[in-house]
């Protein structure tokens, strides 16, 4: 039985990705961020230069033939260090993905399945999301220190109650589906309901909501590094470029275009690859919007 | 109807306490001594000291949550350890700029978002509706302080009709002050519109497929008329609970965009507190911004009651 379901929702996710490519505008995303990912993985041998490779000789020139994107103020190759930066803002945007979803799911499903849970965790929940999402950000980092990684915890718990209101809405409704009623009557154990039956069906909402989140969390990060209270100022990520351009605005736009237009990118592509996921995942909530 | 007032009522001072709590537990999940963090690695023991007494956080913990809860309810949310004046001041010295660069993003973001979000529903599928869509997503896509950047690049640095930042300084008259909030509020407004569009556009589809839409065609009324005072007066509930909430959402907005234009707001107030470590200010802030996220959404609910009798919480 869980051999048949397991191969059929390993087919639904083939499934799912053919269909994205079948769409114009969902195939541009996938393509795109196919794309960045690669060049993020390769970075080390695709790169043109090392990323910290000063060269003083050759500061803050323009975009040519020799430095594609230019150089900074250090006459560091602007394309090498945007793909670099890549890295880290993936990684972060993912990481936020990853342990806002935990969280987020954890409370979302304790919430919808356990009735008497459901009133304090949806008041948490609400008053959570009543902080807009860079505010608590930064008060977070400025209370846990800034760091990667704690750019990562705090914006994983500025997430996670959006990802617990999807996955509580869902589980409301499929707590009340017959074949969950007749699991319950087996007698099978309320975790393995909740893993099995709960958790796989809330699998869908879950991943469109998740790709939203990485767009914002990307977002987000490079908001807080260009403020200067996310990630150390001297490791490339494309907000802390942008921070470093800003101060040549007038005589190099270009070292905080390039890393701008990354950002632009990534965020797009994922907006465009979750737009179509929810509208085959669930053609109820698309609603055109 | 009063029930229902009554019940959102005790719903919102619920939440607020939770933010309370959220909020007087952020600073307190500081690794180490929040004392010592906030006074920098050259500060004496006793300075550590008397910093320490000050905020009380030599209480035990409920004390503490006790005295801050109280001092909450004298409307008193400390005092600035770097300014060292009342946070509430120190708020209400940064109102303005945050204030009008608020409204007038909210305004250019409505006024971009409501003709296009109508007319792409209008037009669903049309060339013009594809492009308003994918626009929208775009903009939703820049980073605002990105944006502003460009923007400083094009029209202050190359083309001169504004400066690069500030406020005008403190002589400045409203006229003057107001041109430096041209750009930011530009910034602003076009990154929010993308949201306040999609939800024009989705409100407008829900209701042009109503039955009375059709029935005020069926009689032979005017298209523009069918539009504007049937569907759009009626598609405007939901799209007023967005307008609303990108405000609050604003605000947030704002501390990135006046950090890159220098203006002397309650966002730039914050990331010198946070670069700076004033937890007080921090705190005030968080609570402040919050509160009005909580409010806002309380008003939009009892509009909501006032319009649709259907409506219960």
Redesign the interface.
């Known amino acids: 039985m869980s051999a048949i379901s397991s191969s059929a929702a390993g087919s639904g996710e083939r499934g799912l990705v053919r269909r994205l490519f079948s769409r114009p505008t969902s195939a541009a995303g996938l393509a795109v961020l196919a794309i960045i990912l690669i060049a993020a993985v390769l970075a080390p041998w695709i790169t043109p230069y090392a990323p910290g490779k000063l060269s003083i000789a050759h500061r803050l020139q323009a975009p040519g033939i020799a430095h594609l994107f230019g150089t900074d103020d250090f006459g560091r190759d602007v394309l090498s260090r945007m793909i670099f930066a890549g890295r880290l803002s993936l990684t972060v945007g993912f990481s936020v993905v990853v342990l806002s979803s935990l969280i987020g799911v954890l409370l979302g499903l304790l919430a919808g399945y356990f009735r008497k849970l459901d009133r304090p965790l949806s008041r948490l929940i609400d008053a959570m999301m009543a902080f807009p999402d860079i505010l608590l950000a930064i008060a977070l980092v400025a209370a846990l220190g800034a760091s990667a990684a704690n750019v990562v915890i705090a914006l994983g718990i500025v997430y996670a109650p959006r990802l617990a209101r999807v996955v509580r809405a869902s589980t409301l409704v499929i707590r009340e589906l017959p074949y969950v009623e007749a699991a319950k009557a087996l007698g099978v154990p309320t975790p393995v309901i909740l893993v099995r039956h709960v958790l796989r069906n809330v699998a869908s909402p879950l991943l469109v909501q998740g790709t939203f989140i990485f767009a914002n969390a990307i977002l987000a990060e490079a908001g807080l590094s260009f403020l200067g209270v996310g990630v150390s100022p001297d490791v490339p990520t494309w907000g802390t470029m942008i921070s470093l351009g800003r101060q040549y605005l007038d005589q190099a736009p270009w070292i905080m275009f390039f890393p701008g237009g990354a950002i632009v990118l990534t965020v797009l592509s994922l907006q465009l690859v979750g737009d179509g996921m929810r509208d085959l995942l669930d053609p109820r909530l698309a609603k055109d919007i | 109807m009063l029930r229902s007032v009554f019940n959102r009522l005790i719903?919102m001072a619920?939440?607020?306490a939770?933010?309370v709590t959220?909020?007087f537990i952020?600073?307190r999940?500081?690794?180490g001594d929040p004392a010592a963090v906030m006074l920098g690695p050259e500060a004496t023991a006793a300075d550590i000291a008397a910093l320490r007494d000050r905020l009380g956080l030599d209480d035990p913990l409920p004390v503490q949550f006790g005295a801050y809860v109280l001092d909450l309810l004298r409307g008193d949310l400390g005092t600035s350890i770097f300014l060292n004046i009342p946070v509430t001041e120190a708020l209400a010295q940064r109102a303005e700029p945050t204030f009008f660069l608020t409204l007038f993003s909210l305004l250019i973001a409505t006024v971009i978002a409501l003709p296009v979000g109508v007319l792409s529903a209008y037009w669903?599928g049309s060339i013009f509706d594809q492009m308003a869509t994918?626009l929208a997503?775009?903009a939703?896509?820049?980073?605002s302080?990105?944006l502003g950047?460009?923007l400083?690049?094009f029209f202050a640095?190359r083309l001169g009709w504004f400066d690069?930042s500030g406020y005008g300084g403190p002589g400045a008259g409203f006229f003057e002050r107001m041109h430096h909030l041209v750009l930011p509020a530009v910034a602003l407004g076009v990154v929010s519109s993308a949201l306040i569009t999609?939800?024009t556009?989705?409100s407008m589809?829900?209701v042009l497929g109503d039955d009375y839409v059709r029935t005020a065609r069926s009689k032979g009324m005017g298209e523009a008329r069918v539009v504007i005072k049937h569907a759009f007066k009626n598609a405007l509930i939901p799209v007023l609970t967005v307008i609303g909430l990108t405000a609050?959402?604003l605000?947030?907005?704002a501390?990135?965009t006046e950090?890159?234009f220098g203006l002397p707001g309650v966002g730039s107030l914050?990331?010198s507190a946070?670069?700076r470590?004033d937890?007080p200010v921090?705190?005030g802030?968080?609570l402040v911004?919050?509160g009005l996220?909580?409010l806002i959404?309380f008003v939009i609910d009892m509009l909501y009651l006032a319009v649709d009798p259907r409506v219960r919480f």
């Open positions: 719903g619920i939440v607020m939770i933010v959220v909020v952020i600073v999940i500081t690794p669903r994918t997503m775009f939703a896509s820049v980073p302080f990105w950047l460009l400083i690049q640095v690069t999609r939800f556009r989705a589809l829900d609050a959402l605000v947030s907005g501390i990135v950090t890159v914050i990331v946070v670069l470590r937890y921090i705190q802030a968080l911004v919050a996220y909580v959404n």
